[in-house]
């Protein structure tokens, strides 16, 4: 079957980095997506891999292992603001014009002061 | 930047009731998808759609319809409200033909819908 994993929940220190870890197991891949949703709020747009590696955003870079199934979401010089639930999604196998993705649970960050 | 507009933040609805969820989107992307969230669930697709008139289900589509007669708009249609739909409902947009690469799916700000 298809499935992403990631933590449920972690918690992390104002200016600290965190890692948020994503696995995955799909039928084909065609690239992997983050998301930062606030409590009650909708999904906002993070990041996105599809090759191998590093990609930096700002304060927020993702990493992408396509041969373990891996991604992590790095968070650096960390914010009140950003307490917030993470998303992991994958678009797996190729259908012309990507269509569905495949969601992890989230997961929630607490960032205490 | 993308707007994915829903009709309501919040709606109050009784077991029994016809709803109706709308969505528009001003990106002229081809497909568009509803989701609902519910806590330790995250998000399940119910319906989506690639293309006017074109629909295709998702996970959970048992008990809505949806409806894109237009590219803009895509509807969803719960065709008798049940206490076990209460939940945020979340719709999205993505791909338009002229920007092929990194897709992602854009949100509105989601319909948090109660059936009493």
């Known amino acids: 079957g298809q499935n992403i994993d990631q933590p449920t929940e972690m918690t992390a220190t104002e200016g600290a980095i965190v890692q948020i870890n994503c696995t995955y197991q799909?039928?084909?891949?065609?690239?992997l997506f983050w998301y930062q949703q606030h409590a009650g709020e909708a999904p906002t747009f993070l990041s996105y891999?599809?090759l191998d590696g590093l990609e930096e955003k700002g304060r927020f870079s993702s990493f992408l292992s396509r041969s373990k199934g891996y991604s992590y979401l790095l968070l650096k010089e960390l914010q009140m603001k950003d307490s917030a639930s993470y998303l992991c999604?994958?678009?797996?196998?190729?259908?012309?014009?990507?269509?569905?993705?495949?969601w992890g649970l989230g997961t929630s960050l607490a960032v205490n002061p | 930047d993308v707007k994915v507009t829903q009709s309501s933040r919040y709606l109050v609805k009784r077991t029994g009731e016809k709803v109706f969820l709308e969505c528009v989107q001003d990106?002229?992307?081809?497909?568009m998808f509803w989701y609902r969230q519910d806590p330790g669930l995250g998000l399940r697709l119910i319906y989506f759609?690639?293309?006017?008139?074109?629909?295709e289900k998702g996970d959970i589509p048992e008990g809505y319809s949806v409806s894109r007669e237009k590219k803009e708009r895509f509807s969803l249609i719960l065709e008798s409200a049940s206490t076990n739909q209460t939940s945020m409902y979340l719709c999205?947009?993505?791909?338009?033909?002229?920007?092929?690469?990194?897709?992602?799916?854009?949100f509105g700000d989601g319909t948090r819908l109660s059936i009493l």
């Open positions: 990106m002229d992307h081809e497909n």
């Open positions: 999604a994958v678009r797996g196998g190729w259908a012309g014009n990507n269509r569905k993705l495949i």
């Open positions: 999205a947009s993505s791909f338009n033909r002229q920007t092929s690469k990194n897709q992602p799916q854009h």
């Open positions: 759609s690639y293309d006017v008139k074109m629909k």
């Open positions: 891999n599809v």
């Open positions: 799909t039928s084909g891949f065609n690239g």
